[in-house]
């Protein structure tokens, strides 16, 4: 990969269009038929579960740090489906549909915060490799 290009950049196109899908599914699941969402949800679980497959997958990585972020991120899965499926604190079928709407925005306010830290740990690995490619140059002159 050239360097104009940057090591990150296949991943941003992949977070750019897992974001454009998560816009389109929110403003369609708004309008859908209770039908069409419960089969949209069934798929949705059975890709977590396969998400979570991989993630304990991770948890083995000969890499620590890779295996310390597949363990936390199964954590937090594991975690948030234990409270989403736990049902509502309140009663009735107005107060759960309350809390699953302030669980949603929890998710994104979650998925912003992701790409805060991933902002931040991209210009710490653009640092480490300049220094790194520095360091390097120095030692061949």
Do not use: W
Request: proline content about 2%; aromatic content about 4%.
């Amino acid at each position: 990969m050239s360097e104009r290009q940057g090591i990150f950049t296949p991943k941003l196109a992949e977070l750019l269009s897992e974001y454009h899908s998560l816009v389109l599914h929110v403003d369609s699941c708004q309008r859908a038929s209770p039908e069409k969402l419960r089969r949209e949800l069934d798929a949705m679980r059975a890709e977590s579960a396969e998400y979570e497959l991989r993630l304990k997958a991770g948890t083995k990585s000969r890499s620590p740090i890779a295996a310390g972020l597949c363990r936390a991120q199964l954590r937090y899965e594991r975690d948030t489906n234990a409270l989403l499926g736990g049902g509502s604190g309140g009663e009735g079928a107005e107060a759960r549909a309350e809390d699953m709407a302030l669980a949603a925005e929890f998710a994104m306010d979650f998925a912003s915060s992701a790409m805060h830290r991933a902002l931040a740990a991209a210009m710490a690995a653009a640092l480490m490799q300049y220094d790194a490619k520095k360091t390097r140059t120095s030692e061949e002159n």
